[in-house]
């Protein structure tokens, strides 16, 4: 999924009044989780190691770290923060449990399929 298919997705879904830049800093905050927590837990290249950030300038067709049908992890958490924007907390609290969903299927799919980095501890005698 693009940047910009995940920003018409939620406003197709949910109308709202969310700036477009407040949404794609929401965005590249879940791509900085999902590199963190996720993707640097695993073997990878040297340019994995560049942490994704998008801004206003950020070109709508950039594809996004969790590729389909774990796509959706972007699209609950915009969710959920435009219900936190308007203060509506039972849609927030079904939005975040969606998110929630989707990023534990995420991570699963993720750490099934890559080999996980080694981590070899040692003792200072």
């Given at each position: 999924?693009?940047?910009?298919?995940?920003?018409?997705?939620?406003d197709q879904l949910k109308p709202n009044m969310m700036k477009r830049s407040v949404k794609i800093r929401f965005i590249?905050?879940?791509?900085?989780?999902?590199?963190?927590?996720?993707?640097?837990?695993?073997?990878?290249?040297?340019?994995?190691?560049?942490?994704?950030?998008?801004?206003?300038?950020?070109?709508?067709?950039?594809?996004?770290?969790?590729?389909?049908?774990?796509?959706?992890?972007?699209?609950?958490?915009?969710?959920?923060?435009?219900?936190?924007?308007?203060?509506?907390?039972?849609?927030?609290?079904?939005?975040?449990?969606?998110?929630?969903n989707a990023w534990g299927d995420f991570d699963d799919y993720y750490t099934r399929t890559h080999m996980p980095m080694?981590?070899?501890?040692?003792?200072?005698?």
């Amino acid at each position: 999924m693009t940047l910009q298919e995940v920003l018409d997705m939620v406003d197709q879904l949910k109308p709202n009044m969310m700036k477009r830049s407040v949404k794609i800093r929401f965005i590249s905050e879940l791509e900085g989780k999902i590199h963190q927590e996720i993707l640097m837990k695993h073997v990878h290249s040297a340019e994995d190691e560049i942490l994704p950030v998008y801004d206003d300038d950020t070109d709508g067709s950039t594809e996004l770290l969790a590729n389909p049908p774990y796509d959706m992890v972007y699209v609950y958490y915009l969710m959920s923060k435009v219900d936190m924007q308007n203060q509506e907390e039972d849609k927030e609290s079904n939005d975040r449990a969606r998110f929630e969903n989707a990023w534990g299927d995420f991570d699963d799919y993720y750490t099934r399929t890559h080999m996980p980095m080694t981590v070899f501890p040692y003792f200072k005698l």
